[in-house]
């Protein structure tokens, strides 16, 4: 229930952050192109990485503090970073191809996701 709670936390965080940052850009760069997702999702893969190599190199971080700052924060921040940090842990162990696949099937399948989703809630609609 404690790591339920410390994720929770994170979590509200990382939306806060995300919703209070597309917010800005969205006020400063106008809506013609979506940068202020871009923007989280570029800091949020920054974050992780970041943190990652701390964890790994560095050993600064206990178990319940990655579960705050990667599984809460940077989860509600974007998960965008979980893709960018598994597909680059895919290929820093020499699996390109997986890796590749991941990219693939993240955008294709997710894209395709969307517009079943969008075609699912028009007909439900109508």
Same mark, same amino acid.
Not at 9 to 36: E, K, N, Q
Not at 86 to 97: G, K, P, V
């Given at each position: 229930?404690?790591?339920?709670?410390?994720?929770?936390?994170?979590?509200?965080?990382?939306?806060?952050? $995300?919703?209070?940052?597309?917010?800005?850009?969205?006020?400063? =760069?106008?809506?013609?192109?979506?940068?202020?997702?871009?923007?989280?999702?570029?800091?949020?893969?920054?974050?992780?990485?970041?943190?990652?190599?701390?964890?790994?190199?560095?050993?600064?971080?206990?178990?319940?503090? $990655?579960?705050?700052?990667?599984?809460?924060?940077?989860?509600?921040?974007?998960?965008?970073?979980?893709?960018?940090?598994?597909?680059?842990?895919? =290929?820093?162990? $020499?699996?390109?191809?997986?890796?590749?696949?991941?990219?693939?099937?993240?955008?294709?399948?997710?894209?395709?996701?969307?517009?079943?989703?969008?075609?699912?809630?028009?007909?439900?609609?109508?």
């Amino acid at each position: 229930m404690a790591h339920t709670l410390i994720v929770g936390v994170g979590g509200f965080v990382g939306s806060v952050l $995300r919703y209070w940052l597309t917010g800005i850009a969205h006020r400063w =760069m106008g809506d013609a192109f979506p940068v202020g997702t871009l923007l989280v999702n570029v800091m949020g893969c920054l974050a992780i990485g970041s943190f990652w190599s701390l964890m790994e190199f560095g050993e600064w971080f206990k178990p319940e503090s $990655r579960l705050f700052v990667v599984t809460g924060i940077l989860g509600g921040f974007t998960t965008f970073s979980a893709f960018g940090y598994e597909t680059f842990a895919l =290929m820093h162990d $020499r699996q390109y191809w997986a890796a590749l696949a991941n990219i693939a099937a993240n955008v294709v399948v997710g894209i395709g996701a969307v517009i079943l989703g969008w075609m699912a809630g028009k007909a439900l609609a109508v």
